[in-house]
């Protein structure tokens, strides 16, 4: 089955720092990745779309600056929260999909524990 | 656009008994319908999808849905629950109109009681 690598699985970094989150489909070529959050006891929350060579689709109200998607491979997509603050701790989970949606779906990493501090 | 609603933020049971966990979506196309689980700090899961074939899906673990146009439902069903079972449950639905997206709904934790 379609299997999606989410690294770290926890980090902490002090505030101002930069975090890099991977995201890797391991045996399928992910067409399109999406990146979510989620508070606690919360739903998942869109933060941007991206597709393999273009640039991020970023969804309202999220900052493309401080959140930034790099999808360089049909594999691998990243998500680099930058200058963190401590409102930026959070659950990030990424998903991949390949086409067609109708036979693969969405597949969702184990996502990553940010805590800023 | 296309949205779900989740009926019960939170539904209990006792082991044994039927899960019954309500979706309803909106959507003016024939979506695409999942039904995902989380277990606490951990990625989702899919339980089972609805891709406008038989209306009747069933999923891992012994849950089934159904597919109910007249009702623009996708309930999640179990008929006896199991302590393992105890999760966040999230509905989602992604069509043509959505870009691609999966668009979730506000979720539903099931307890499961001894």
């Known amino acids: 089955g379609a299997v999606v690598s989410q690294h770290p699985s926890w980090v902490i970094c002090k505030s101002g720092t930069s975090v890099k989150i991977e995201c890797r489909s391991l045996d399928f070529q992910a067409t399109t990745m999406f990146w979510y959050r989620q508070f606690p006891k919360q739903s998942l929350m869109l933060m941007a779309t991206s597709n393999e060579g273009s640039k991020a689709t970023y969804e309202q109200g999220v900052e493309k600056d401080k959140f930034l998607i790099n999808h360089a491979s049909l594999t691998l997509s990243t998500l680099t929260v930058t200058s963190a603050h401590p409102e930026d701790s959070s659950f990030y989970i990424c998903s991949a999909r390949a086409n067609p949606v109708a036979n693969y779906g969405y597949t969702f990493g184990s996502g990553t524990r940010l805590t800023v501090v | 656009a296309q949205s779900v609603t989740q009926l019960g933020s939170h539904v209990s049971v006792s082991e044994g008994a039927l899960v019954l966990l309500r979706c309803n979506y909106s959507s003016s196309v024939p979506p695409y319908l999942f039904w995902y689980v989380q277990y606490p700090n951990q990625g989702l899961q899919l339980l089972l999808k609805y891709t406008s074939a038989a209306t009747l899906v069933k999923g891992i673990n012994g849950f089934e849905a159904e597919f109910k146009k007249s009702e623009t439902s996708f309930h999640l069903t179990k008929p006896s629950a199991h302590m393992s079972d105890a999760a966040e449950y999230f509905c989602?639905?992604?069509?043509?109109?959505?870009?691609?997206?999966?668009?979730f709904g506000q979720g539903t934790e099931l307890s499961v009681k001894p």
């Open positions: 989602a639905v992604s069509g043509p109109n959505q870009g691609g997206k999966l668009i």
